[in-house]
């Protein structure tokens, strides 16, 4: 069991950037791939990217890619998102979330996480 606690969002205008991060707790942090997902008004919660269990490989939503990087500290329980280059776009609510079971493919579902943040609000300006 994790808890998953997300941090960082912010109001910032078009063209600039965000460092969102997610702490976790009460579960081995390392044994989880992690993904990021964001929700905007009246859309469905859309992938964002993810990362596996001991940060060798990531994965990327066309929509961010080449502007937003996801890493992990270990050591530290925690998981981040740069973003770059934000777009008005880009502006959601962002959830950190736990992979629900090992896999060799990468997550990008929602139903493929088992444990979710309350979110970060991220809002960017025209």
């Known amino acids: 069991q994790v808890q998953l606690v997300e941090s960082g969002g912010g109001l910032v205008q078009a063209g600039g950037s965000l460092r969102l991060s997610c702490a976790a707790s009460?579960?081995?942090?390392?044994?989880?791939?992690m993904g990021w997902f964001r929700q905007a008004p009246g859309k469905e919660r859309e992938f964002v990217a993810t990362?596996?269990?001991?940060?060798?490989?990531?994965y990327y939503a066309d929509s961010v890619k080449g502007r937003f990087t996801i890493s992990r500290a270990n050591a530290k329980n925690t998981v981040y998102l740069q973003m770059a280059s934000l777009k008005p776009e880009d502006t959601a609510i962002y959830y950190c979330?736990?992979?629900?079971?090992?896999?060799?493919?990468?997550?990008?579902?929602?139903?493929?996480?088992?444990?979710w943040g309350q979110g970060t609000q991220v809002t960017v300006s025209s």
């Open positions: 009460g579960g081995t942090f390392s044994s989880y791939d």
């Open positions: 990362i596996t269990t001991n940060g060798g490989r990531t």
């Open positions: 979330a736990a992979g629900l079971r090992p896999s060799y493919r990468v997550l990008t579902l929602v139903n493929q996480y088992g444990y």
